[in-house]
């Protein structure tokens, strides 16, 4: 009889624990947090950690939540420039040319939101991540299975434009793409 209880009790405690884990892996989403981007205003996934940039020309960075299995967390980033930084093509030239192999053809995607242009590149395949930056010409370390979300953000009549780049394991990247692009689409100019 003895046996049966502690049997019973540690199937309970399984159940216990089987549904904690269960209300983890289902825990709701934070709401989109407004934020500044320069003249912009976007409303940034809640789950995605504000840091203090750690390379040069970037005015904003989060991490973003890594999904199991992947070793490496992905990270956002935004930069400011001044002018047109050589236009739309060219910069997404740039962004496939930091994959040495791409898995297929990369997706472009153009949008406008509330008089803000937005040209969008999705590259995945083995990323060329460059220690010091893409400018800095510095060592080069291949990242197998790693995915890009890369946009120019050109604000209506504004002389500044914004690059916004979400990069990481393609696993990770992928579980962020909606809220990306959401991001994205909440672009207007600061009021």
């Known amino acids: 009889m003895r046996a049966l209880s502690v049997g019973l009790a540690l199937t309970a405690v399984m159940f216990v624990a089987a549904d904690d884990q269960d209300k983890e892996k289902k ?10 981007v320069g003249a912009l205003e976007m409303q940034v996934p809640g789950d995605w950690v504000k840091r203090k940039p750690v390379r040069q020309f970037r005015i904003l960075e989060w991490g973003i ?18 002018g047109g930084v050589g236009g739309v093509e060219a ?23 509330a008089g803000v242009k937005v040209n ?22 291949l990242r197998k299975e790693y995915r890009t979300l890369a946009a120019m953000v050109e604000p209506e009549g504004g002389d500044h434009v914004y690059t916004i780049k979400l ?8 579980a962020q793409r909606d809220d990306f692009v959401k991001m994205l689409k909440s672009s207007k100019p600061k009021k």
């Open 120 to 141: 969008l590149i999705d590259v995945t395949g083995t990323f060329k991540e460059s220690m010091g930056g893409p400018f800095a010409g510095g060592k080069v370390e």
């Open 167 to 174: 990069v990481g394991p393609k696993k990770s990247v992928a």
């Open 91 to 113: 910069n997404l030239k740039r962004w496939e040319g930091e994959y040495e192999e791409k898995d297929g053809e990369p997706k472009k995607e153009k949008l406008e939101v």
């Open 27 to 36: 825990a709701p989403k934070k709401p989109p947090v407004a934020t500044a």
């Open 65 to 82: 939540p890594t999904v199991e299995g992947d070793d490496k967390p992905p990270v956002c980033y935004v930069s400011e420039f001044g």
